[in-house]
């Protein structure tokens, strides 16, 4: 029997572009808003502005630094901690 190999991953890596995204921000297509705008119209429903449904718990990304060089190793994903909590 030759070796274990684990099964392919389900999604996609994306900590390559993740990293592309946020150490390289000329790169954004910031001057390219045409292909990101929609409209939808819509019936203006004044009664809606007295409603809202609650939020989920927020998530924010921290990175992970060598205390050495400052250089950025890795990013985590963490909680943000609400006013409820303190």
Same mark, same amino acid.
């Given at each position: 029997?030759?070796?274990?190999?684990?099964?392919?991953?389900i999604l996609p890596d994306i900590e390559t572009d993740l990293r592309d995204y946020l150490? /390289? !921000?000329e790169r954004l297509p910031?001057?390219?808003?045409?292909?990101?705008?929609?409209?939808w119209p819509r019936i203006p429903d004044p009664k809606e502005l007295l409603?809202?449904?609650g /939020? !989920?718990?927020c998530t924010t990304?921290?990175?992970q630094r060598d205390p050495n060089t400052g250089k950025i190793i890795d990013f985590?994903?963490?909680a943000v901690q609400s006013w409820s909590d303190r």
């Amino acid at each position: 029997m030759g070796s274990v190999t684990e099964p392919p991953p389900i999604l996609p890596d994306i900590e390559t572009d993740l990293r592309d995204y946020l150490l /390289s !921000p000329e790169r954004l297509p910031i001057h390219q808003y045409e292909r990101n705008q929609e409209f939808w119209p819509r019936i203006p429903d004044p009664k809606e502005l007295l409603s809202f449904e609650g /939020s !989920p718990l927020c998530t924010t990304l921290k990175v992970q630094r060598d205390p050495n060089t400052g250089k950025i190793i890795d990013f985590r994903e963490v909680a943000v901690q609400s006013w409820s909590d303190r």
